[in-house]
C-alpha cells in the first residue's frame, strides 16, 4: 500500500524557519522525483519544490528561491523541505508528491497546514 505521511506543520513567526518531511511506504522511493506543493486559500495548487532522480537536481518556484531548499535522504524513504524566512504569503497548506519516473502515475501526501503570522 503506497503511502505518503507528511510532518506536522504549524504557526510560525514572519521571518521563522519550519522543516516539513514526507515519508514514503510501499513503492521504491529512489524511483520517484518528489517534490512540493502548496494550496493558498482561494487559489490553485502551485509547485514549490521538485527534486529529481537519480542525481538530486532541485528547482524551486521564484517566490521560494533562496529560501527554501528541498532534499531527499532515499535511505529513510523521505523528503524535505527546508523553510526560512517565512512570510504570511507562505501560509498555505503543504503537499508532497511522488512521480514515477518510468510511468508518470502520481501520488500526494495528505497535507500540512503552515499559517505564518505574528
Known amino acids: 500500500q503506497v503511502q505518503l505521511v507528511q510532518s506536522r506543520g504549524g504557526l510560525v513567526q514572519p521571518g521563522g524557519s519550519l522543516r516539513l518531511s514526507c515519508t514514503a511506504s510501499?513503492?521504491?522511493?529512489?524511483?520517484?522525483?518528489m517534490s512540493w506543493y502548496r494550496q493558498a486559500p482561494g487559489k490553485e495548487r502551485e509547485l514549490v519544490a521538485i527534486?529529481?532522480?537519480?542525481?538530486?537536481?532541485?528547482n524551486y518556484a521564484d517566490s521560494v528561491k533562496g529560501r527554501f531548499t528541498i532534499s531527499r535522504d532515499n535511505a529513510k524513504n523521505t523528503v524535505y523541505l527546508q523553510m526560512n524566512s517565512l512570510t504570511a504569503e507562505d501560509t498555505a497548506v503543504y503537499y508532497c508528491?511522488?512521480?514515477?519516473?518510468?510511468?508518470?502515475?502520481?501520488?500526494w501526501g495528505q497535507g500540512t497546514q503552515v499559517t505564518v503570522s505574528s
Open positions: 508528491k511522488a512521480r514515477e519516473v518510468a510511468t508518470g502515475t502520481n501520488y
Open positions: 510501499g513503492f521504491t522511493f529512489s524511483d520517484y522525483v
Open positions: 527534486i529529481l532522480t537519480p542525481g538530486g537536481s532541485t
